[in-house]
């Protein structure tokens, strides 16, 4: 065994560790609570909480990817057919088995099988990701809308006028570019960690698939 079968869930931990690191930095130098403040919408707080619910799930998700790995490297060291732990690798075994008369077509589908089983557990979270960046893209809307409503409801040319009109513009600027910040910022960090469980979810199917074919050669697994 060259490689620990709890990669995916170190890897996640270790961005996990930055991520909530960064989070510090952040709360240290006050930047943090600044945004909080500041986005009057409050979307920015919203994004953030479902940025740390994503985060887990996906943590789940990079677990459930290392427990299945190590069960299937179990499967491919044992010598003799041992009946282990029910895995993703030995039902996909046991499917091929049974399948070993039918045509390639069936072989096909039961790879495709293979590989939406193997993604599904984290597959959402690409949509999450996408949804975060939406968000951030919805409070720019907002913002612009908050900074430009000022302008219409401005009747009287004075100097106080003029600087409540600058207050709300900046406000609304605010809105706009600090939502837009945290869901871009988000988006990219749950693109990291689903493609980072991509590879390791690639890695499985492969490995899985080594031991069909060797079961299908009758070689021990």
Known sequence: MKRDAYDPFYGWLLM???ILFGFYLLWDLQLLQHLLVKDVTYLSSFILVLFVAVTLYLGLAAWQLAK?????????????NTQLAASWAQEHRQLLQCS???????NESLLARLVEQVHRGHTSGWFLSDLLM???????????????????????????????LLATMGSGMQVALYTT???LGTALLVGIQCQWLDRCADRLVSQIIKLGVETQHGQPV
Request: charged fraction near 20%; hydrophobic fraction near 40%.
């Open 16 to 18: 996990a560790g930055i």
């Open 68 to 80: 299945q790995r190590k069960l299937t490297w179990q499967l491919l060291q044992s010598e003799k």
């Open 100 to 106: 070993r008369q039918q045509t390639g077509i069936e």
């Open 134 to 164: 939406r968000l951030g893209l919805i409070g720019t809307v907002i913002g612009f809308v908050l900074m430009l409503g000022s302008v219409y409801e401005l009747k009287e040319a004075d100097v106080t006028a003029l600087q409540q």
């Open 181 to 183: 910040l945290t869901g």
